[in-house]
């Protein structure tokens, strides 16, 4: 036992003051250890003094792996190979017990893990989007080739930890490349879907512009699903189902456009006029219309709109701050901002008609109302300003003597 504890402790010296150890000379450290390890297996008596000489080699051969070269440490895995074998006796497994670069190989390997987590959840995640847009089997296929990945590489790295197998006891190169894949086709997902998204939602709108409305509800559809941060494509979206009378699809479409996009003040004017169409809300329409007048000026501002899109849509925002005001009896607001429209675009029709509501509701002014009404009427033909039907009904009422009227109710809702 003697000659084999001086062997051991020889050949760590020879490593200890060699600045260039190589791994055969690891390698026989290593066997001078086993040796030792073996013939204390069969039982032979050993003086404490060796044991406490074998102690203190083991120590030097644990302080001396923090430092071991790298071409040295690479050879672990392939000694332990060579073994085949369980339980391998600690000093076959030097490199992950030595720390250092052993443990920066296990930081490396719970990294690449979780990029590898990162990356495939995002792809699943475009995968679910891509699928939504209607039935696909390649989309669903893939979707669930990325879940078993995912699922495989969570189940295999706690496996890993379970039976302590660190990361220089596997194969993690081939891991590292699998994650640089993933991690660039998310990259790449990323970087594509919001131009794919823009790119439809530019078609649904030329499409909303030639009144091909099915068209256009597709790729607005496909363009939210693919991209649901993007505000404007929200509001395209929610234009066009508005279009189709599907009216409270739109005004949640409106809400996501506002989510999004809290500056466009177009989406206030929808909502304005959905709040008072679908549940007569007209605190909530005022509200909103305050809203998009504020955000409204600023582009005024800013000087991002012609004097024509200004006009037309000062007029607009005035005709539904009017409309609310008309439906909580602020009769005075309602006026001024109407006689404020018509000023503005005297060519068309809902302000008439409006006006028209509020003279026959606030003091029958039969005169005023016949007046407005018969503008309302003959500015209603030909253009598209939005007139709700029972304003055109109170219209026709207005224009008969008023000895002939018969009074009924004049509501602002829609029938």
Request: with cysteine; hydrophobic share 45%; proline share 3%.
């Amino acid at each position: 036992m003697d000659d084999f504890v001086s062997a051991y402790s020889a050949k760590l010296k020879n490593i200890e003051g060699s600045q260039s150890a190589g791994p055969q000379d690891v390698l026989a450290v290593l066997l001078a250890r086993e040796t030792i390890s073996r013939t204390l297996a069969i039982g032979l008596a050993i003086e404490p003094a060796f044991l406490s000489n074998i102690q203190t080699c083991d120590r030097r051969l644990k302080d001396w792996a923090k430092s071991m070269p790298a071409a040295v440490r690479t050879q672990f895995p392939e000694w332990r190979t060579t073994l085949a074998k369980d339980g391998l006796a600690w000093w076959w497994s030097l490199d992950e017990q030595s720390g250092g670069t052993g443990r920066f190989r296990q930081v490396w390997h719970i990294l690449t893990w979780a990029v590898m987590a990162i990356a495939i959840s995002v792809l699943i995640e475009y995968v679910r989007r891509l699928s939504n847009l209607g039935p696909s089997v390649s989309a669903t296929v893939i979707q669930g080739l990325l879940g078993l990945a995912g699922a495989s590489a969570v189940f295999g790295f706690a496996k890993d930890r379970i039976a302590g197998l660190a990361a220089a006891r596997r194969e993690w190169r081939g891991e590292i490349w699998l994650a640089a894949v993933l991690s660039g086709l998310a990259i790449a997902a990323s970087f594509a879907s919001p131009r794919i998204a823009a790119h439809w939602a530019r078609v649904g709108a030329e499409e909303h512009g030639a009144r091909n409305l099915t068209e256009a509800r597709t790729h607005l559809e496909r363009a939210v699903r693919l991209e649901p941060e993007d505000g404007l494509a929200h509001y395209g979206f929610g234009s066009v189902l508005e279009d189709l009378r599907e009216e409270v699809a739109a005004e949640a479409e409106y809400r996501e456009a506002l989510r999004w996009d809290n500056e466009n003040f177009l989406t206030y004017i929808k909502l304005s006029r959905l709040s008072i169409v679908l549940r007569q809300n007209y605190v909530v329409a005022l509200e909103l219309a305050e809203e998009g007048w504020e955000r409204f000026n600023r582009m005024v501002q800013a000087k991002k709109l012609n004097a024509d899109e200004e006009a037309k849509l000062r007029y607009d925002l005035r005709k539904y701050r009017a409309w609310a005001n008309l439906g909580l009896q602020r009769f005075k607001p309602a006026k001024d901002e109407l006689d404020q429209a018509i000023l503005e675009c005297p060519k068309r029709a809902a302000a008439y008609c409006l006006r028209a509501v509020l003279s026959y509701n606030d003091s029958k002014d039969w005169l005023a109302c016949r007046a407005d009404g018969l503008s309302c009427i003959a500015t209603s033909r030909g253009q598209e300003d939005e007139l709700q039907p029972d304003w055109l009904s109170l219209a026709q009422s207005c224009v008969s003597p008023p000895e002939t009227k018969k009074p009924g109710p004049a509501s602002q809702r829609r029938r």
